[in-house]
């Protein structure tokens, strides 16, 4: 037995197909992180973008700037479903 999870070892029943799937791209970090709920991908969306207003008024030499965007999911469902998998350990 392995202890590698691949997407067909783990089905995630009931997810939806593309495009009701949802992401958020931290386009600073160059990060998706994918979302069920399209209402809690806004949130993060927005969050991420409320801290970038308050770092940029700062005008400090090191400050990170998200600039989040919500995003349908780009890739396939299976990708989906590791990527989900992949926060859940995050």
Same mark, same amino acid.
């Given at each position: %037995?392995?202890?590698?999870? /691949?997407?067909? &070892?783990?089905?995630?029943?009931? %997810?939806? /197909?593309?495009?009701?799937? #949802?992401?958020?791209?931290?386009?600073?970090? &160059? =990060?998706?992180?994918?979302?069920?709920? @399209? +209402? $809690?991908?806004?949130?993060?969306?927005?969050?991420?973008? =409320?801290?970038? !207003?308050? $770092? @940029?008024?700062?005008?400090?030499?090191?400050?990170?700037?998200?600039?989040?965007?919500?995003?349908? #999911?780009?890739?396939?469902? &299976?990708?989906?479903?590791?990527?989900? @998998? $992949? =926060? +859940? #350990? !995050?």
């Amino acid at each position: %037995m392995t202890d590698t999870l /691949t997407t067909t &070892d783990v089905p995630l029943p009931g %997810m939806p /197909t593309p495009p009701d799937l #949802w992401a958020v791209h931290v386009q600073a970090a &160059d =990060e998706l992180v994918p979302f069920l709920d @399209r +209402a $809690e991908a806004e949130k993060l969306a927005t969050f991420l973008d =409320e801290q970038d !207003a308050k $770092e @940029r008024t700062k005008n400090l030499p090191h400050s990170v700037f998200y600039n989040a965007k919500l995003i349908e #999911w780009p890739y396939s469902r &299976d990708e989906f479903a590791e990527a989900l @998998r $992949e =926060e +859940a #350990w !995050a």
